[in-house]
C-alpha cells in the first residue's frame, strides 16, 4: 500500500489523472496471479491518455542482488552526473525520465564500480541512482535528509523503524565526502537490494572492507520484517 500511495501522490503533483484505486489494486493482484511467479517485482507506468491515465502493470521475477554481494558487499564510485535539481521537480514525485541515472551507472562501471552515487550542487552526497544511501559513524547511523533533492524510498522509511526497535540511533544529515570515505559502515536501502553493505567507495576502502555488524544486523532484522509481514499472504 505504500507504493500505491507514493503512485498516487506523484500522479497528483504531476497532474496525471490516475484510475480509481479501487479498481487498480485488484488489477494488480489478477496480473501477478496469472504471470505465475512465486517472488516478483511489480512496475506500473501511468501513461497519460485523453482525461484520464492508463495503466501498464509488468510482472518479472525480482533482479535481486547476488548472495555474494550481500556476503562481500559492493562497490560505489560517485559520479557527476546530476539528477534534475530540486527547484527544477520535486524529487518525491516518481517519474519515468532514467536517462541521468543510465549515464550515472555508465560511469561508476567504467571507474570499476558496480553503482553511482549522486552529489548534490553543493557537494554533499545525496543517494544512488535506484537506492537510499546511509553510513554507520560511531554507533549511530546517518543518511541524508530528503530536502536535498533524494526520494524517500519506502525501505530508508523501514530503516528508521528497524532502527528505533533495535535501539540504534539515526539522524539526518548532510554528508561530505569526506564523511563518506571515513564512515565505519555504509550501506544502500530499496525495495528490490533491502539493506546492502557497501565496502568500497571511490576505490577506498570502509574500514576493514567487509560488511559492518550493524549493517548485517539490519539485513536480519529487515528480512525478519518482511518474512513476518508476508507469512499469510
Given at each position: 500500500?505504500?507504493?500505491?500511495?507514493?503512485?498516487?501522490?506523484?500522479?497528483?503533483?504531476?497532474?496525471?489523472?490516475?484510475?480509481?484505486?479501487?479498481?487498480?489494486?485488484?488489477?494488480?493482484?489478477?496480473?501477478?496471479?496469472?504471470?505465475?511467479?512465486?517472488?516478483?517485482?511489480?512496475?506500473?507506468?501511468?501513461?497519460?491518455?485523453?482525461?484520464?491515465?492508463?495503466?501498464?502493470?509488468?510482472?518479472?521475477?525480482?533482479?535481486?542482488?547476488?548472495?555474494?554481494?550481500?556476503?562481500?558487499?559492493?562497490?560505489?564510485?560517485?559520479?557527476?552526473?546530476?539528477?534534475?535539481?530540486?527547484?527544477?521537480?520535486?524529487?518525491?514525485?516518481?517519474?519515468?525520465?532514467?536517462?541521468?541515472?543510465?549515464?550515472?551507472?555508465?560511469?561508476?562501471?567504467?571507474?570499476?564500480?558496480?553503482?553511482?552515487?549522486?552529489?548534490d550542487a553543493m557537494g554533499t552526497v545525496?543517494?544512488?541512482?535506484?537506492?537510499?544511501?546511509?553510513?554507520?559513524?560511531?554507533?549511530?547511523?546517518?543518511?541524508?535528509?530528503?530536502?536535498?533533492?533524494?526520494?524517500?524510498?519506502?525501505?530508508?522509511?523501514?530503516?528508521?523503524?528497524?532502527?528505533?526497535?533495535?535501539?540504534?540511533?539515526?539522524?539526518?544529515?548532510?554528508?561530505?565526502?569526506?564523511?563518506?570515505?571515513?564512515?565505519?559502515?555504509?550501506?544502500?536501502?530499496?525495495?528490490?537490494?533491502?539493506?546492502?553493505?557497501?565496502?568500497?567507495?571511490?576505490?577506498?576502502?570502509?574500514?576493514?572492507?567487509?560488511?559492518?555488524?550493524?549493517?548485517?544486523?539490519?539485513?536480519?532484522?529487515?528480512?525478519?520484517?518482511?518474512?513476518?509481514?508476508?507469512?499469510?499472504?
Amino acid at each position: 500500500d505504500a507504493h500505491l500511495d507514493r503512485l498516487y501522490a506523484s500522479a497528483t503533483y504531476l497532474d496525471v489523472h490516475a484510475p480509481d484505486r479501487l479498481r487498480l489494486k485488484p488489477q494488480l493482484l489478477r496480473a501477478l496471479a496469472s504471470s505465475g511467479v512465486r517472488e516478483a517485482v511489480v512496475r506500473i507506468a501511468l501513461l497519460p491518455k485523453g482525461a484520464a491515465a492508463t495503466p501498464s502493470i509488468v510482472v518479472r521475477p525480482v533482479p535481486r542482488p547476488s548472495a555474494s554481494a550481500y556476503r562481500r558487499g559492493i562497490r560505489l564510485a560517485i559520479v557527476p552526473t546530476r539528477k534534475f535539481a530540486v527547484s527544477t521537480i520535486d524529487p518525491q514525485a516518481k517519474y519515468s525520465a532514467r536517462l541521468g541515472s543510465v549515464l550515472a551507472v555508465m560511469e561508476a562501471q567504467l571507474r570499476g564500480a558496480d553503482e553511482a552515487l549522486w552529489m548534490d550542487a553543493m557537494g554533499t552526497v545525496t543517494e544512488s541512482t535506484a537506492s537510499n544511501f546511509g553510513i554507520v559513524r560511531e554507533g549511530v547511523i546517518v543518511t541524508p535528509p530528503c530536502w536535498l533533492g533524494l526520494l524517500a524510498g519506502i525501505t530508508r522509511d523501514v530503516l528508521f523503524e528497524l532502527a528505533r526497535e533495535l535501539g540504534v540511533p539515526i539522524r539526518e544529515v548532510p554528508l561530505t565526502r569526506h564523511e563518506v570515505y571515513n564512515a565505519d559502515e555504509a550501506f544502500l536501502t530499496s525495495t528490490l537490494k533491502e539493506i546492502l553493505a557497501v565496502t568500497t567507495i571511490d576505490g577506498r576502502r570502509i574500514r576493514t572492507g567487509r560488511p559492518g555488524p550493524l549493517t548485517v544486523r539490519l539485513q536480519r532484522a529487515f528480512r525478519e520484517l518482511v518474512e513476518t509481514e508476508t507469512r499469510y499472504v
